[in-house]
């Protein structure tokens, strides 16, 4: 299926505003989905057969910019039977002075390797996945301060003692 052909099967399913927008300058072209829909159009590539994206290659936080105020995240999908890839990302404008991190719907219960994906994504960018099973830190301390890939990220002098 090409990518054109995914683009209205999902659009098919899942109505116009499913798809916000498209980036094809890249070297991948990439659909930018309605962030509350991520999780049902994942399904709907895995477990569809004319499409069967089985492998989720990579998920990646993203920061936009402090002036943007914008969070996203990008994932590369695979379908190993019909040798294809897609990107699909969602973006989510969030302010960054609320106490409240940017929240996006977990796709763990598609492919089970999101979970470590999605806990790298939320310990380093600080981007919450609803639903996931076990949202917590995986490269930092518990009580570490903060989201060191943010754009606004201010290193902390001392951790526990021991200088940063």
């Known amino acids: 299926m090409s990518f054109d052909e995914i683009k209205q ?5 899942f109505g116009p505003d499913t798809i916000i927008n498209e980036e094809t300058s890249g070297m991948q072209a990439a659909l930018i989905i309605q962030p509350d829909k991520i999780s049902k159009v ?13 492998l989720l290659e990579c ?20 379908s190993i039977p019909y040798k294809k890839q897609l990107t699909l ?17 977990t796709v763990s219960q598609v492919w089970r390797t999101a979970e470590w994906h999605e806990r790298e ?17 995986i490269l930092l301390p518990d ?15 001392y951790y526990r003692g021991i200088k940063v």
Request: glycine share 6%.
């Open 9 to 13: 099967l999902l659009i098919a399913k």
């Open 42 to 54: 994942c399904l709907e590539l895995r477990d569809n057969p004319e499409t069967y994206f089985d």
């Open 59 to 78: 998920l990646s936080g993203v920061d936009y910019g402090i002036e943007e105020n914008m969070f996203g995240v990008v994932y590369h999908l695979a």
């Open 89 to 105: 990302k969602v973006i989510k404008y969030h302010d960054r002075t609320r106490e409240s991190l940017p929240s996006v719907p």
């Open 121 to 137: 994504a939320y310990d380093l960018i600080g981007i919450h996945f609803e639903g996931h099973p076990d949202l917590r830190r």
């Open 143 to 157: 009580d570490w301060e903060g989201y060191p890939l943010r754009k606004d990220y201010k290193a902390q002098e």
